[in-house]
């Protein structure tokens, strides 16, 4: 079964899309070739008052993309040498996205990234097939105590309140398929 996922699954709370993301896939095209991943981790960043979230300090052009419509890619560059992607969920106007840390064997975002050759083209794209990248369900079923809630990973800036939110998810189950 292969179900793209619309964003109508985007645009729903940022912690339960959180959640969801796990042991879906994030399936890109480049140069014809499909490559599909199972998401294994993601962190949260949900909204204005969150203090480890772009958005925190207001809309920039570089954060943007983060008031836009739910299923939208927010794609930046960190520490002058990786790129990040972020979905857009939630609300529009209301500024939330998820980072995903892992998928497939690659743990760590910029790994991620570089895999599937994601840079700044995609950003603010929708994800969907016509644009190369987009999320799938491909029925893997990640039962309760399969996923651990943990708090993000390099937010400590935040302060003790928000770096230790258990906004981050990862699966903690092996996949017979990885």
Known sequence: MRLILEPSFFNRKALIVGRALIGKYIVRIENGKEVALPITECEVYDGYEDRASHAFRGKTERNQVMWSDAGRLYIYFVYGM??????????????????????????????????????????????????????????????????????????????KVWANKPYRFMLIKKLRFL
């Open 82 to 159: 990786h790129w990040l992607l972020n979905v857009v969920v939630g609300k529009k106007d209301y500024p939330a996205a998820i980072l995903i840390r892992g998928a497939g064997t690659l743990s760590g975002p910029a790994k991620v990234t570089s895999y599937l050759k994601i840079d700044k083209k995609l950003n603010g794209l929708l994800a969907t097939p016509a644009n190369g990248i987009w999320f799938e369900d491909r029925g893997l079923r990640v039962k309760r105590g399969e996923c651990r809630r943990l708090p993000r990973i390099g937010v400590s800036y935040a302060g």
